[in-house]
T-cell receptor, first 113, second 113 residues
Framework: NAGVTQTPKFRVLKTGQSMTLLCAQD?????MYWYRQDPGMGLRLIHY???????AKGEVPDGYNVSRLKKQNFLLGLESAAPSQTSVYFC????????????FGPGTRLTVT | GNSVTQMEGPVTLSEEAFLTINCTYT??????LFWYVQYPGEGLQLLLK?????DKGSNKGFEATYRKETTSFHLEKGSVQVSDSAVYFC????????????FGPGTRLSVLP
């Protein structure tokens, strides 16, 4: 039982390049989330999904797109990377219901030069 | 709106000292409350939670009590260790199905031997 996994762990992109970050969970949880974490800024929600085929914007969605074609996977795409997107990205999964916690992946460190 | 406020860090303590990290929240309805811990280079891990007023969450010597009257969820530990050095995040879950999560900015704790 791996929980939440993220691929890749590290990536360096040049400005304007595109990439996709993959989040996978084996807990059969309904909800999934993408956050970014910058020094001194805490966690900021990018997008989230409450079920297969549905996504919603979070606090900082600009420059990112997401898809949830399968319940266990949540993809985060950067179409044209910018240096401002240099950050650590975390994915999380959660059961439906208010009393349940989020489970986090180990993170992806992305640098855009 | 829903929000979480935490005491600003960094907090520096000597080993075996008493720890308190304050957390207050603003929320409509009855949220669930959480403390997460993040060790260097890792994702967030759930430390403890409380789902209704007067509940006490506890784990690894840490405790926090859900105080509805003061809208607080302060984290305490009687005797900290060097291994407790990390960033601590207070969070709440709300929404009809608990799909929304709000994190505080985090408090960095350093414990010196």
């Amino acid at each position: 039982n791996a929980g939440v996994t993220q691929t890749p762990k590290f990536r360096v992109l040049k400005t304007g390049q595109s990439m996709t970050l993959l989040c996978a969970q084996d807990m059969n949880h309904e909800y999934m989330y993408w956050y970014r974490q910058d020094p001194g800024m805490g966690l900021r929600l990018i997008h989230y999904s409450v079920g297969e085929g549905t996504t919603a914007k979070g606090e900082v969605p600009d420059g990112y797109n997401v898809s949830r074609l399968k319940k266990q996977n949540f993809l985060l795409g950067l179409e044209s990377a910018a240096p401002s997107q240099t950050s650590v990205y975390f994915c999380a999964a959660k059961r439906a219901g208010q009393s349940y916690e989020q489970y986090f992946g180990p993170g992806t460190r992305l640098t855009v030069t | 709106g829903n929000s979480v406020t935490q005491m600003e860090g960094p907090v520096t303590l000597s080993e075996e000292a008493f720890l308190t990290i304050n957390c207050t929240y603003t929320a409509t309805g009855y949220p669930s409350l959480f403390w997460y811990v993040q060790y260097p280079g890792e994702g967030l891990q759930l430390l403890l939670k409380a789902t209704k007023a007067d509940d006490k969450g506890s784990n690894k010597g840490f405790e926090a009590t859900y105080r509805k009257e003061t809208t607080s969820f302060h984290l305490e530990k009687g005797s900290v260790q060097v291994s407790d050095s990390a960033v601590y995040f207070c969070a709440l879950s709300f929404g009809n199905y608990g799909q929304n999560f709000v994190f505080g900015p985090g408090t960095r704790l350093s414990v010196l031997p």
